[in-house]
């Protein structure tokens, strides 16, 4: 199991912005597909974007597009995921992930998974949004 670490957590206003860092220390991200999965108080695990490892190709969740950015910094082997005009929907406990690509349906359409595949989990980014 690769083991990614994630921060920038953090209590949010309603309609703030936040950006998430996604890293390894022990392994380069450079070639692997990086998906951000979010976890809401009592709900199932949710994944939300995806970069790709082969061309940085980037995929959202509907219910993000136009307010999340997914992007990768080779130099810092970082991974981010920025979140603007955040409301109370999408308070929950971040997640990032490696895997060889991301899943898309063979229309190339997004495929967003639950990731029980990725068990075990870190402990996460916090993002509490207050309303």
């Known amino acids: 199991q690769l083991q990614l670490v994630e921060s920038g957590g953090g209590l949010v206003q309603h309609w703030g912005s936040l950006r998430l860092s996604c890293t390894a220390s022990?392994?380069?991200?450079?070639?692997?597909?990086i998906a951000w999965f979010r976890q809401a108080p009592g709900k199932e695990r949710e994944e939300v974007s995806c970069i790709s490892g082969a061309d940085d190709s980037t995929y959202y969740r509907t219910s993000m597009k136009g307010r999340n950015t997914i992007s990768r910094d080779k130099a810092k082997n970082t991974v981010y995921l920025e979140m603007d005009s955040l409301n109370a929907e999408d308070t929950g406990v971040y997640y990032c992930?490696?895997?060889?690509?991301?899943?898309?349906?063979?229309?190339?359409?997004?495929?967003?998974?639950?990731?029980?595949?990725?068990?075990?989990w870190g402990q996460g980014a916090q993002v509490p949004v207050s309303s």
């Open positions: 992930a490696a895997d060889q690509s991301c899943h898309l349906y063979a229309g190339g359409t997004y495929r967003p998974r639950t990731g029980e595949e990725y068990a075990p």
């Open positions: 022990e392994f380069s991200l450079e070639k692997y597909a």
